[in-house]
């Protein structure tokens, strides 16, 4: 028990940060190195920063590109987006002390569990998404399912005094021992952030490039 | 590369059915040439449009303006398309034996 | 021709040799077109669109080709690009070296590559799907990437290569037209203006250190003449000081088939206009009624040609007419134009080069009844003839582009009531002449510059 304690709430998620800021930083920084590409623009697109900044907004929050031209998609992923938006937003709010996290986190963790399950549901029973699909982007989705499965079924979402492990993390003294379905939640959430960058989740990173650099041009 | 049988003897042709080499031309193989492009008679009309191209094909190494070919044979478009289907630069040219026409026509 | 992939080939057998081993060669030559080095023009966003693509399908709900065909799964543009994507990850990644099954990567065989060199001649890269993608995925730049793999290892379209480029760098037109024949052509065309306008256009040609160089598509001349007229009479009645220019002073031919299919050549021709442009040392070149040739000129040649290595401006003749037509110096009466007119927005004037609302100015004023094709401007439906598909009429192709491309425009042309359909692109125009003809449409098709022309108030 003790290793097991030791190994997941103390060792792996300075593994999990590192991965995931450095794989994210390195890949990033590929990116920006990489040479300016011939004019490839879309038109039209958003000459300001203003104007860049609403699209983009718009994009994130109301998936507008699906809400237009893949409606029947457009539902799920919302759902499952929201989800995972409003658990970031709870692991911030945990960590900044405000109660209300816990209301995002469990909402989040519900609408992650739904979303992900109705997309999944989607890519095996719709003939057009099924054909397109490799196994894993069914990996992908079914791994962000078992992971807000075990955080909603350990109750560490709703958990406000899970935040004094948190906190702990950041002094390098890990608040241990946890309860062992802590310990399931957070082995997913480790290996999840360890198995992201190397992905096509990393999107929303891929984003800022597919847009700035060449959909919408590059400021000369 | 493929080939028309003209009374026994073979013609190359490209793979659009232009012939491969235009001093093989003569009356006979615009005749298969017009087979192949669902012409089943060569009328006078026909033949007016097939000797001005090779006329004009002979003094400027190009076919004509698709205009100028109506001007001066005197049919419009629409004639040119009545008796060649597949149009002035794909049908009339190739039985008169010039070479596929190349560029955006 | 055997079927390698549809019923349609646009490959001959000579230039495909489908039976000869190819693989190797085009492994290392994909391999280059990873690296950035020598890859550079695209990398960031063939790169990004091989290893990104969330498998949403939004891409497939917005293709001509896919829901024209009744939505056949090997016309997904996924589909289409999973055809590489499956070799670069199998050869060029680790997961798809270690668990090929697990991320869909795929050994590379003679029959898949037969196929693949037949799709990406099915897509004509309008980039629609790029349009709408959530994460601005390119469908478009991987066929286009595939295509230059292809040509790396000599396998390209006649029409586009040898019968193309190649030929417009040899006789200064894709064409093939001699100097004499161009100045005959000229000669005719002053003649035609006469004969139906009642007025005399004096055609420059060769004039060096005019203000504008004037080059169209070196097929106008020969199949749409009446672009080439109608331009001639717009800058007769401009008063501008302007040229055409004869094979005998360099390229005369805007076009440029690189853009479809490889950089070498693009390049190629590309410096070749250049040249021509400095050696007759014009101030601006306008780019005639030619969509790829605008792409190229406008916006693909700035980051490959230093600036001052091209000391000249870059126009479209459209940009021109809406100029000269709102500032007053070419008067038109749209009663002259009185038949309901539409405009079909070119993918490489809309989508790829942001002119939506000159021709539409430009068309209001000059017809006296313009109506709108729905969709339109971003969302508008490429016609299936760009990319140099105009002119493929191998191995069925024709079919091929009227039964998914040309089905879709047919039913536009039809619900907008229109008996004429403006177009700014010689493709286009190759595409729709086919399009009328095979749904039989009580439609013609007319330049931009003839409808300007046709309305001039002299």
Sequence with gaps: MDFWQSFIGGFLPYIAVATLVFGLGYKVTCWL?????????????????????????????TLRSLFHHNLKLWFPSLVMHWGIYAVVFWLFFLLVGAPVAIYLGVAGGILTLTGSCLLFLFRLFVPGLRQISTPVEYLNLLFIFLLALAALASGALGDFAFRNYFISLLTFKPHLPLPGSYLVFLLLLWLFMIYLPFTRMAHFAVKYFTYHKVKWGEVE | MPAINVGGIEIEVDEDGFIADPSKWNEAVAKALAETEGVTELTENHWKVVNYLRQYYQQFGIAPMIRKLCKETGFSLK???????????????????????TGCV | MRKVFDDYRVLSDETLRPDEPRVEKFLQAMKKSLQQRDNWTFWLPYTLSLDTCMKCGTCAEVCPVYLASGKKDIYHPVYRSDMLRKVYKRYFTLPGRLF???VGAEDLTEEKLNAMAENVYRCTICRRCAYVCPVAIDNGVIVREARKIFDAIDIAPDELKKNGTQKQIKFGNATGTPANAFLDMIEFLEEEIEDTKGYKVKIPVDKEGAEYLLIHNAGDYLAFAETVMGAAEVMDAAGVDWTLNSPAKGVNDAVNYGVFYSDAEFTTIVKAHVETAKKLGIKTLVVGECGH???????????????????FEVKSILELEDEWIREGRIKVDPEKNPEPVTYHDSCKLGRLGGMYEEPRRILKACCKDFRELTPNREMSICCGGGSGFAIMEKGDFRKFRMETYGKLKAEQLKASGASIIALACSNCKGQFREIINYYQLPVRFAGVSELVANALVR
């Design chain 1, 33 to 61: 190195k990489a040479p300016v590409n011939l004019h490839w623009e879309l038109f039209p697109y958003p000459h300001t920063l203003g104007g860049q900044l609403s699209e983009l907004l718009a994009e994130v929050f």
């Design chain 2, 79 to 101: 004639e040119i398309y009545d008796l060649f289907p597949s149009g002035p630069a794909k049908g009339a040219c190739k039985i008169a034996g010039l070479p596929k026409p």
């Design chain 3, 100 to 102: 090929p099954g697990l």
């Design chain 3, 293 to 311: 040739a605008f792409e190229a000129l406008k916006y693909l040649m700035l980051r490959l040609i230093p600036p001052e290595e091209r000391p």
